[in-house]
């Protein structure tokens, strides 16, 4: 069962918040293809993924490598084309039959912040000319005055100061967290109403990190920007996030509000993903485990749920079916075995308990 079914029957807000979403995405689904042009076979990269944006929060995506979620980000973007689905911006399906200036409009409205600091951006060329080439080619500015004096603001609004001085730099003489903030506002240089950060902080020293997100929290409050936040780190989805998505295999298990879903997770994909964050207090959690079963592939992806070679509570009808959506609250929701589809489950949560299998964190 696809999420918004479960959304519009009254169960769940589209939003999640009120009000119509930004961006709606449905049934989002994509294959690549493997072997060349005679076989058949098909990378499940994506399956029935259905999600909303709400305007002016920030909705995370989380999940360990090859999850899904950088394909997420890459088809939002229109980088690469969908198998099949919507993306609804605006209320408009952007993915049919469009004007092409609808098109360079959602382009446009829609940016995106790419993982790596260091090669996003070009090392011959000042800083400069990283944020005059989109004000050109968007016609934002008019005269070399006007581009100078944005391109000042856009250095200020994301913390480059002095800003004349930070302009004349080349990216080898910043810093990766400088060289990221140089990305903000080259995506900010165009009025951009929605933000896809893939992995922004994960390629910074962890002393810097904390200085981007609360840039990312700044630009949602001073510029109402929507951003989809995508980590493999469930702890920096709950500082910055209002919203939480946990993806596992190409779709996604679970979603609430952050502080719901960081307190009382339901899926056991999510109590691994936690079991893994660091307690300063208590030291490393040692629940995690022994090695318990791989992921599946995204080939031959199997019938039942992706996480069963892993769960510790996996049912037989766990390998034969994959689970629907169950909606424990309005704004909580689960795609397990465990919790019956439809059942209101408040308080179903805390009965899991000590999740013992093995966390494969990548970047
Ligand atoms: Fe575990 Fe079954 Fe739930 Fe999948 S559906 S997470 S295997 S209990």
């Known amino acids: 069962m696809a999420i918004e079914q479960v959304t519009r029957n009254g169960a769940v807000d589209p939003s999640g918040y009120g009000g119509q979403p930004v ?30 944006m709400p305007r002016g929060e920030v909705v995370a995506l989380v999940g360990e490598s090859g999850s899904g979620k950088s394909t997420t980000a890459r088809l939002l973007a229109r980088l690469i084309p969908p198998t099949s689905g919507e993306i609804v911006y605006e209320g408009k399906d952007i993915l049919k039959s469009e004007p092409r200036h609808a098109s360079l409009d959602y382009r446009s409205d829609v940016q995106m912040v790419f993982q790596d600091p260091f090669g996003s951006l070009n090392p011959v060329h000042p800083v400069r000319y990283h944020l005059e080439r989109p004000l050109k080619i ?3 500015t008019r005269g070399r005055g006007q581009t100078r004096d944005r391109i000042h603001e856009l250095l200020d609004i994301v913390g480059l100061t002095p800003p ?84 596992y295999a190409g779709r996604m298990v679970e979603g609430a509000e952050s502080t719901e879903l960081i307190d009382e997770p339901a899926h056991p994909y999510t109590k691994l993903l936690l079991s893994a964050v660091p307690n300063p207090h208590a030291g490393l959690r040692t629940e995690e485990a022994p090695s318990r079963g791989e992921i599946p592939s995204l080939i031959d ?22 689970p629907g959506i169950s909606s424990l609250n309005r704004r909580h929701w689960v795609r397990c075995h465990l919790y019956p589809a439809g059942e209101a489950a408040a308080g179903m949560s805390g009965k899991l308990t000590n999740v013992s299998v093995q966390v494969n964190v990548r970047n």
Do not use: W
Not at 226 to 244: E, G, V
Not at 301 to 314: D, K, N, S
């Open 301 to 322: 992806p199997p019938p039942g749920c992706p996480f069963e070679p892993r769960c510790p509570y996996a049912m037989d009808v766990c390998k034969q079916e994959m």
């Open 164 to 247: 004349a001085e930070v302009a004349a730099k080349y990216p080898y003489q910043l810093s990766g967290g400088q060289r990221q903030r140089v990305a903000f506002a080259r995506a900010l240089a165009v009025e951009p109403r929605v933000m896809l950060a893939d992995e922004p902080v994960s390629m910074l020293d962890v002393s810097i990190r904390i200085g981007i997100l609360n840039l990312i929290e700044r630009l949602k409050e001073d510029h109402g920007i929507s951003f989809l936040y995508i980590t493999h780190d469930i702890a920096s989805a709950r500082y910055i996030a209002d919203q939480t998505n946990v993806m």
């Open 138 to 140: 968007h016609k934002k």
């Open 23 to 52: 961006i709606d995405v449905r049934n989002l689904t994509k294959h690549f293809p493997v072997g060349g042009f005679v076989s058949k076979q098909v990378v499940h990269a994506l399956e029935d993924v259905s999600f909303s």
